[in-house]
């Protein structure tokens, strides 16, 4: 067999193993239903530089092996090969390899490969679509944007495309882990141990010390996903080191660490490596949307995850300074939206002004059926004219009701934001804030709140926003904290604040977590995807 048959036939044996691989969010393209694509990203200004040509005296350079190789692996970042035409290209490019080309075919394939390559390297440093898509709010600053272009015009000429295309990967902090991950996963696909389905459990849930005749089978997955040694043999009963293994699983899935298989254990432990494939594929496509170096410093919180990350850019180099558990907004009816906005305030001992769904749904009620609940909370009035009642009355609850007064409650111990509020000004009224009830930090769920976030260690975290603001130590925040006199202190530097959204994470030196689709925002992403035409 000659070469160029040996370089064809590996060739299209690659584009058919990762068309197998390619995560079914990426797949199913159609033009009948057009969500929000992606913002143009290069505004031209001046005349584009002329691209090298892919051939050399009529026949493919060996930068169009590079280019292909590169396309064909498109399942390795968690996009589609089909999305850049890959096989079409590789059989024009191949016969053109045979056969020479005629300058308009040589014109023609120069053309497709380069719009192909620009078409890859824009998706995946800024994804397939625009986060406008899901209703998100938040863009890239434009210094951030890609001119994907020019960085091919310039790695041609340099003769060092292998390397650049290496290196476009965007460098967004954890891409790397989860893609490196995904790969792991994506080896794992045809698992034998994904191919039968766990039997049904004997009762409610499997607990320690019971017999279940589906043990070797969940062995076998914990083997296979990194919680049991690969030699692990179950013996007839649920018991010792399986039981520790599934902890661990547990654990990394987002679920109560309780050790007892039920139904929400078993669930997870049937989802199979190809779905976590998929899984993967939208958490790197929403990191691609993700300004995540935005400002020299940034707090991100992650909504599944419930945790709350402060960040610090050192050089080139991305430090998590603090990390924290939050409790969000509730799934049902009352979810935290992801956005982006500076934070510019700090308000300690703040009042709780009461939004008025909240009043009317829940405050109101409870203060008819139970008046002593007023003083209990420490509840006032404010009358249009900005008069303070702190005496109940139905007159008083009634102007509420109508929408004429507000009710607030006074800084205390009470206070539903514990004893500081972070706010970064947005229109739906979300903000940071500590909490009376810490103890509903050890639940695995927290979806409790009405919508804002509320922090686990608000003195730490009021320390990293204040670190370069002259003055405001450690010892002067708990004062501010426990006075009982509402203040509002303006942030000499503003600090971003993103609400995103990943249900996969990779922490604890390599581990990867999965965490629940509460608010069904990888459905949608999976969704709009499979109904995107091409970009």
Same mark, same amino acid.
């Given at each position: 067999?000659?070469?160029?048959?040996?370089?064809?036939?590996?060739?299209?044996?690659?584009?058919?193993?990762?068309?197998?691989?390619?995560?079914?969010?990426?797949?199913?393209?159609?033009?009948?239903?057009?969500?929000?694509?992606?913002?143009?990203?290069?505004?031209? =200004?001046?005349?584009?530089?002329?691209?090298?040509?892919w051939f050399v005296d009529a026949k493919p350079s060996s930068d169009v092996w590079v280019a292909l190789d590169t396309l064909a692996n498109a399942a390795s970042q968690g996009l589609n090969p089909q999305d850049y035409r890959t096989q079409a290209l590789a059989r024009g490019f191949l016969q053109a390899a045979e056969n020479g080309a005629p300058p308009d075919t040589e014109a023609q394939l120069n053309a497709d490969l380069s719009a192909a390559l620009e078409h890859y390297l824009l998706d995946m440093n800024h994804g397939r679509l625009s986060p406008e898509t899901l209703k998100h709010?938040?863009?890239?600053?434009?210094?951030?944007?890609?001119?994907a272009y020019n960085y091919l015009v310039q790695a041609r000429l340099s003769g060092r495309l292998s390397d650049a295309l290496a290196e476009a990967q965007p460098k967004i902090p954890m891409y790397e882990a989860i893609r490196s991950t995904m790969l792991e996963y994506q080896a794992m696909s045809d698992h034998p141990a994904w191919n039968t389905p766990l039997p049904a459990l004997p009762a409610r849930s499997l607990k320690p010390g019971e017999s279940y005749e589906g043990l070797e089978l969940i062995a076998a997955r914990l083997a296979a996903l990194g919680d049991l040694p690969e030699d692990f043999v179950p013996?007839?009963?649920?018991?010792?080191?399986?039981?520790?293994?599934?902890?661990?699983?547990?654990?990394?899935?987002?679920?109560?660490?309780?050790?007892? =298989?039920?139904?929400?254990?078993?669930?997870? $432990?049937?989802?199979?490596?190809?779905?976590?494939?998929?899984?993967?594929?939208?958490?790197?496509?929403?990191?691609?949307?993700?300004?995540?170096?935005?400002?020299?410093?940034?707090?991100?919180?992650?909504?599944?995850?419930?945790?709350?990350?402060?960040?610090?850019?050192?050089?080139?180099?991305?430090?998590?300074?603090?990390?924290?558990?939050? %409790?969000?907004?509730?799934?049902?009816?009352?979810?935290?939206? %992801?956005?982006?906005?500076?934070?510019?305030? =700090?308000?300690?001992?703040?009042?709780?002004?009461?939004?008025?769904?909240?009043?009317?749904?829940?405050?109101?009620?409870? $203060?008819?059926?139970?008046?002593?609940?007023?003083?209990?909370?420490?509840?006032?009035?404010v009358s249009k004219d900005g008069s303070v009642i702190t005496t109940l009355s139905g007159e008083a609850i009634d102007a509420v009701q109508r929408g004429e007064w507000r009710i607030r409650q006074r800084p205390g111990p009470s206070n539903a934001l514990g004893d500081i509020k972070f706010i970064f000004p947005n229109d739906q009224n979300i903000y940071l804030h500590h909490t009376p009830a810490p103890q509903l930090f050890s639940r695995s769920r927290r979806d409790f709140s009405h919508g804002c976030i509320r922090i686990e260690q608000p003195v730490e975290l009021a320390s990293f926003v204040l670190q370069n603001q002259a003055g405001w130590d450690t010892a002067r925040i708990e004062q501010a904290m426990s006075r009982g006199t509402s203040r509002t202190l303006r942030l000499d530097e503003p600090i971003p604040v993103l609400i995103t959204y990943s249900t996969v994470v990779v922490k604890d030196g390599g581990k990867v977590y999965f965490f629940p689709d509460i608010y069904q925002q990888d459905a949608r992403l999976n969704q709009a995807l499979r109904s995107a035409r091409p970009s």
């Open positions: 067999m000659t070469t160029l048959r040996r370089v064809a036939t590996l060739f299209f044996n690659l584009i058919a193993a990762c068309a197998l691989h390619t995560p079914a969010t990426a797949l199913g393209q159609s033009t009948e239903t057009a969500p929000v694509l992606r913002e143009s990203v290069v505004e031209t =200004i001046a005349p584009k530089p002329d691209m090298p040509s709010r938040f863009k890239a600053p434009r210094t951030q944007r890609f001119d013996g007839e009963r649920y018991d010792n080191e399986l039981v520790f293994a599934v902890l661990q699983f547990q654990t990394r899935h987002g679920l109560e660490a309780d050790g007892l =298989i039920g139904p929400a254990t078993l669930e997870q $432990l049937n989802v199979s490596p190809a779905q976590r494939v998929e899984q993967m594929a939208l958490t790197l496509e929403r990191l691609r949307w993700t300004p995540l170096l935005y400002g020299p410093r940034m707090i991100v919180v992650n909504v599944p995850e419930f945790v709350l990350r402060a960040y610090e850019q050192q050089g080139e180099r991305i430090e998590l300074d603090l990390e924290m558990r939050v %409790i969000v907004g509730r799934a049902l009816d009352t979810r935290t939206p %992801i956005f982006l906005e500076e934070m510019r305030f =700090i308000e300690f001992s703040p009042y709780w002004n009461v939004p008025s769904s909240i009043a009317r749904g829940e405050t109101l009620p409870r $203060l008819r059926r139970d008046p002593a609940y007023f003083a209990q909370q420490g509840f006032e009035f």
